[in-house]
């Protein structure tokens, strides 16, 4: 089975996709199994929740904050569009993990975090630092970032099997970037723009990946974990060996030779 | 009862905080919460529904009968929009006749201002008006609306240009 995470800028960090069953040597990533009507049938409802969420944090009910417009939707697509056509470009085929940035990436990678990702990145946060101290605005907005992290992100990200989906990432950012500023909206707009990348190629994927999955299917007493390792040998844990599922995860700091971990 | 100097005395510095709060706004509030000026004694003034009216002493004579009355009532009503600016409608006007306005002393003031504040954040419309809210639901349609095409968009693309 071919196995490809791609990494690729985004106005303020890495946003990762990362898929199983996506074939390098194809010019545009994607899922080969995912159906829009999955997508309708499964994820329609968080989708929906999460609509929720940025139109309320990022205040797209204020009138100077419409989205029906062509600029708007154009930089959307472009986003969402490139996110899928990095797997030209082999030296971004790594995720963002200790394990990974340690033992396994390119020295183009890092040039190319060093020397656009990163400056990019500082200037969005920067020009929104500015506007914010300038509007009086930096606790409520600091207040605001630390209790949406809080929330939505806290819980999960200690966990190993954690992974932080563009399409996720593109959620948690882009409704930060919730000023009526130029930037602010383009930041918003390419943000959005991941997170339909995500949902429309990949689907909404749990955070905590199979964990999650065996949580739910533990609940409801569909199947177990042993069954899904005979079954479909499913690199989908976080830690795991090509035949069993290691006790613990590896060590990032040796770089252990025969574990897959991303 | 209050002599009817005293309701004059204090109807005066009300105005501007009772024609204030015929809006509904945070503003507002803010304006139509600042302490009422205080009574002489410790006695609390009472405007009636009916019956007893406050005689405005200072009124120019010569002034007709119905002239004075409208203007009694134009007072008694500004006192209202006043004291019940918790029970405001969407447009600010009250909605309701209580009449009691306490003096601005001590506890007594405080615990009243905090009833009309807690009443008012009770009942103000989340939404200042129905436009508002309508205009809200539709951003979050226009929202969803574009967010579906661009799935739909994207998925489309990406599968036909994959093959």
Redesign the interface.
């Known amino acids: 089975m071919e196995f490809c995470i791609s990494s690729h800028p985004s106005f303020f960090h890495f946003m990762i996709s990362t898929s199983r069953h996506s074939n390098l040597n194809?010019?545009?990533?994607?899922r080969?199994s995912?159906a829009?009507q999955d997508?309708w049938l499964y994820e329609s409802n968080q989708?929906?929740l999460d609509?929720?969420v940025?139109?309320s944090v990022g205040r797209?009910?204020s009138q100077q904050r419409?989205?029906?417009h062509v600029l708007?939707?154009l930089l959307?697509?472009l986003s969402?569009?490139y996110t899928?056509i990095l797997p030209k470009f082999q030296w971004l085929q790594h995720s963002v993990t200790l394990y990974e940035m340690h033992c396994t990436w390119p020295w183009q990678l890092w040039v190319f975090v060093a020397g656009f990702v990163l400056p990019v990145c500082s200037i969005t946060l920067v020009l929104h630092s500015i506007h914010a101290y300038k509007q009086n605005d930096l606790t409520r907005k600091l207040v605001e970032i630390a209790l949406t992290l809080a929330m939505l992100l806290a819980p999960q990200v200690m966990n190993p099997n954690f992974e932080f989906h563009h399409y996720y990432a593109g959620l948690i950012v882009g409704m930060h970037a919730n000023y009526d500023t130029w930037f602010s909206r383009a930041t918003m707009a390419w943000c959005?723009?991941q997170y339909?990348?995500g949902?429309?190629?990949w689907g909404r994927d749990p955070i905590l990946k199979c964990a999650y999955a065996q949580y739910i299917s533990e609940r409801q007493g569909c199947t177990t974990l042993t069954e899904w390792m005979k079954d479909g040998q499913d690199l989908c844990w976080a830690y795991q060996d090509s035949s069993a599922v290691m006790a613990v995860p590896p060590d990032w700091r040796h770089c252990p030779k025969t574990t897959r971990y991303y | 009862m209050a002599s009817a100097s005293s309701a004059e005395e204090l109807s005066e510095p009300l105005l501007p905080q009772i024609e204030a709060a015929g809006n509904d706004s945070a503003d507002n509030l803010e304006r139509s919460t600042t302490p009422v000026p205080q009574l002489q004694g410790t006695e609390e003034a009472v405007v009636p529904d009916d019956g007893d009216r406050p005689s405005l002493e200072g009124v120019e004579e010569g002034r007709g009968q119905q002239q004075q009355q409208q203007q009694q009532q134009q007072q008694r009503r500004r006192w209202r929009g006043r004291v019940e600016l918790g029970a405001s409608n969407g447009a600010g006007e009250p909605t309701t006749t209580t009449t009691t306005i306490r003096p601005n002393t001590g506890p007594c003031w405080l615990v009243c201002e905090l009833f009309y504040l807690t009443h008012y954040l009770l009942h103000r419309p989340i939404f200042s008006d129905p436009e508002t809210s309508l205009r809200t639901q539709i951003r979050f349609l226009k929202f969803l609306v574009v967010t579906v095409l661009g799935i739909v968009t994207t998925h489309m693309m990406v599968v036909t240009l994959a093959r």
């Open positions: 194809q010019k545009w990533e994607h080969q995912l829009l997508i989708i929906m609509l929720i940025f139109f797209l009910y419409s989205v029906d708007w939707m959307v697509m969402s569009m899928s959005w723009g339909i990348n949902i429309a190629v």
